[in-house]
């Protein structure tokens, strides 16, 4: 079974400045696809963004950022000029190619300061 | 566009009792998956409908099951429930050819047993 680790359990950032949460996962499968979601109170689950793991380009979606590396294991987000919506819980999720199944971390608890 | 629909959205049943939770899909999306959110941990996939069918399930009694009706939208149903059910119960809508890659989640229904 593929599982996915979190750790940082909470981190508090200051608006304006940059965060990385970091996950790492464990599989012996080639084809899969990484995921970062957010989890605001409001308790919707929300994409964040995604990675195919036999791209090596690292994703970015507007101030959202990885660092994949598929030696590794890891999948690291970053979050650029922090806001405070960011707010929220963020999960890290694996799932293999042709599966639908998805596996997700514990979770990352983002506060953003004013 | 509506998204993923869930109801109700706050429960509160008995321990033994029986419990149905709904959910209707994202317009174009054929296929629905039910997840289990314990507090403070990351979403546990419970099974997937696609053509009416289960599909995948994950590892989780018989006392959980499902259906899917013509029109996509799914039921969850909880048989002598437990303590330990009381959890947030996640539905996430895909296109069955895009797979969890394009997976949107619904609110959740807070479930509480008592």
């Known amino acids: 079974a593929q599982t996915v680790t979190q750790s940082q359990p909470e981190m508090s950032v200051q608006e304006a400045e940059t965060v990385t949460l970091s996950c790492t996962y464990d599989t012996s499968e080639n084809n899969y696809y990484l995921f970062w979601y957010k989890q605001p109170p409001s308790r919707q689950m929300i994409l964040v963004i995604r990675?195919?793991?036999?791209?090596?380009q690292n994703a970015t979606e507007n101030r959202f950022s990885v660092n994949f590396q598929k030696a590794a294991k890891s999948f690291s987000l970053k979050i650029s000029d922090s806001q405070l919506g960011d707010t929220a819980m963020y999960f890290c999720a694996f799932v293999l190619v042709g599966n639908n199944r998805l596996a997700f971390g514990k979770g990352n608890q983002v506060v953003v300061i004013p | 566009d509506a998204g993923v629909t869930q109801s109700p959205t706050h429960l509160i049943k008995t321990r033994g009792q029986q419990v149905t939770l709904r959910c209707s899909p994202k317009?174009?999306?054929?296929?629905v998956s039910w997840y289990q959110q314990a507090l403070g941990q990351g979403p546990q996939f419970i099974f997937q409908?696609?053509?009416?069918?289960?599909?995948q399930r994950g590892n989780f009694p018989d006392r959980f099951s499902g259906h899917q009706f013509p029109n996509y939208s799914s039921e969850l149903n909880v048989n002598a429930l437990l303590l330990g059910d009381s959890a947030l119960y996640l539905c996430?809508?895909?296109?069955?050819?895009?797979?969890?890659?394009?997976?949107?989640f619904g609110p959740g229904t807070r479930l509480t047993v008592t």
């Open positions: 990675q195919e793991a036999y791209k090596q």
């Open positions: 317009s174009g999306h054929d296929t």
């Open positions: 996430a809508s895909s296109p069955y050819s895009r797979g969890p890659y394009e997976q949107y």
């Open positions: 409908y696609y053509e009416e069918e289960e599909r």
